[in-house]
């Protein structure tokens, strides 16, 4: 069975400017037929129909959550980090910068980027050593490494530009401060290398084996645990994931409180989670 144990994705933008982030990314989406922007959370419509298939894709149990209810909705979060110039930004649903409009052959990502002339990666982690790199540069020019636990990757569609690789190992395309180089590559550091040794060269039948195994960051669980130490040193919202349409309608003092920018946006479509 899929370890599900750490599941989470983040975009994060080398820009700081609220005002023109907000304005931007709200000009961007609603260029999208019949994507507009709202200014207060809607009424929640309950139809599990529309949003299930992309709930058991992304492994959220059908329950009666919030996001099972609002499948119309769109939500983007602007969080100030701890980390120069750089943003965080969440969404719901989670990857939505990283998909492509109807009609469109870029991202929402490349063209937030190349819009404020800013770059931007967005980071996917899921069970083992399975995750997403998405980058994207000044231009819009992107760039997607990793690998996935399924056979697709909905999230990025298939645009030629983007290549494929097997682990997440290291920025290809963006220009990053070395603090987050090395985050990314904090599997190749000797502390994590001489634990992985000991872990491999002990005996599977001894009880602290299993204990390290389970609390033992997977590969790129690692990498987030990492990236989170920099952006989000206190956890207040790196970790915010699948739940942030809860987030919003139960919890959303507690953002602002947390200098967060909160938008919401009726999608284009309201029977379809992705464009």
Excluded at 218 to 223: A, K, N, V
């Amino acid at each position: 069975m899929l370890d599900l144990r750490h599941w989470n994705s983040t975009t994060c933008i080398d820009f700081n400017k609220f005002q023109n982030l907000e304005e931007t990314i709200s000009q961007l989406f609603e260029k999208e037929e019949g994507c507009h922007r709202i200014y207060s959370l809607p009424k929640l419509i309950y139809n599990p129909a529309l949003v299930r298939k992309e709930l058991i894709r992304q492994s959220i149990p059908l329950s009666s959550s919030i996001g099972e209810k609002s499948s119309n909705l769109w939500v983007v979060c602007l969080f100030p980090s701890q980390l120069g110039r750089w943003t965080v930004i969440k969404t719901f649903p989670t990857g939505l910068l990283c998909g492509r409009p109807l009609n469109s052959d870029k991202s929402r990502l490349s063209s937030l980027s190349a819009e404020l002339k800013c770059n931007a990666f967005y980071l996917e982690v899921q069970a083992g050593i399975c995750g997403f790199l998405f980058e994207s540069d000044a231009m819009g020019k992107t760039f997607l490494s990793g690998c996935s636990a399924e056979e697709y990757f909905d999230n990025f569609y298939d645009e030629p530009e983007l290549e494929l690789q097997d682990l997440i190992t290291n920025f290809s395309l963006i220009d990053v401060p070395e603090s987050i180089k090395k985050a990314i590559k904090i599997n190749e550091s000797p502390e994590v290398i001489k634990e992985e040794a000991r872990i491999n060269e002990m005996d599977q039948d001894d009880p602290e084996y299993f204990d390290l195994i389970i609390n033992n960051p997977d590969y790129t669980e690692r990498i987030d645990l990492a990236l989170a130490d920099l952006f989000d040193p206190n956890g207040d919202y790196w970790f915010i994931d699948h739940n942030l349409a809860d987030k919003v309608y139960k919890e959303l003092e507690q953002l602002k409180s947390m200098g967060a920018k909160i938008m919401y946006f009726k999608s284009p479509n309201s029977e379809r989670l992705f464009p």
